[in-house]
């Protein structure tokens, strides 16, 4: 289950719930956890100095303001925009695989004959 943040950003209730990526190969597996979650908490930082920058284009700020703040539609829209072009980015070698695999006929083969 999970839920939507004021902010438009989605948490999972249970943490230990999460996906297990590359079962057979734990440190990939640990990687890939840790680089997803240094890339959320990018986005964090992301949001929270577009709200500084938003602030402070309206005469100035103070922590009270800063947490007080909530985008409205526009800036969400465009938060989420540069979101998923960063995790476009940072997942880039692994869509390339994806897709260079898709493209093996062997791949292909397997694919088809487990979809049965």
Known sequence: MTELDPEG???????????FFFAGQADVGRLLGMITALTGEIAMLRARLDTH???????????AKV?????????LAERMADDQAMIGRVFKPLSDELDRLLEDPVVQKVLLETDR
């Open 67 to 75: 947490e007080a703040f909530r985008p409205d539609a526009t800036a």
């Open 53 to 63: 920058e938003r602030l402070a284009a309206g005469g100035g700020f103070d922590r």
């Open 9 to 19: 950003l989605v948490f999972r209730d249970d943490p230990s719930k999460r996906s």
